[in-house]
């Protein structure tokens, strides 16, 4: 249910069909009017930051399934990952490669793990 005109989108339609299928078990759990709300989101979120394109917007969407809750908790990655995605004298592309080359598959140093456990705490 698009809220402009009450019809979804073939973009729309296109991003829930990939994340059924590449992120299964993260996406099981919705149904599909909340899975479109995701992705109307998602698609929202990622003209604020002009990230454009199917294959960009998915893997905007996405970077909340591929980060694993340490890397979300860690303040320095979660503030390279803010730093990169503002900044936009890159494209959208080439800020994503860079998040998914140097973040994704980095895992936070046990010095970061204890410093957000102190920011949690406080």
């Known amino acids: 249910m698009n809220t402009e005109n009450n019809q979804v989108t073939q973009l ?3 991003l829930m069909k990939r994340l ?4 299964p078990e ?8 909340q899975l479109l709300i995701q992705v109307q989101n998602g698609i929202a979120a990622s003209e604020t930051i002009k990230i ?3 294959d960009d917007i998915f893997r905007f969407m ?3 399934y591929v980060l694993s809750p340490a890397q979300q908790n ?7 990952a803010i730093r990169i995605l503002d900044n936009f004298e ?6 994503l490669n860079f ?9 936070p140093s046990s010095d970061e793990i204890a410093l957000s456990q102190l920011l949690i705490l406080r």
């Open 99 to 107: 998040i998914y080359k140097h973040l994704v598959n980095r895992s």
């Open 26 to 33: 993260q996406t099981h759990a919705l149904n599909n009017e």
């Open 12 to 14: 729309e339609i296109q």
């Open 20 to 23: 059924r299928e590449s992120y």
């Open 74 to 80: 860690s303040p320095l990655i979660k503030g390279v």
């Open 52 to 54: 454009t394109g199917e």
């Open 62 to 64: 996405t970077l909340p």
């Open 90 to 95: 890159w494209s959208g592309k080439k800020r």
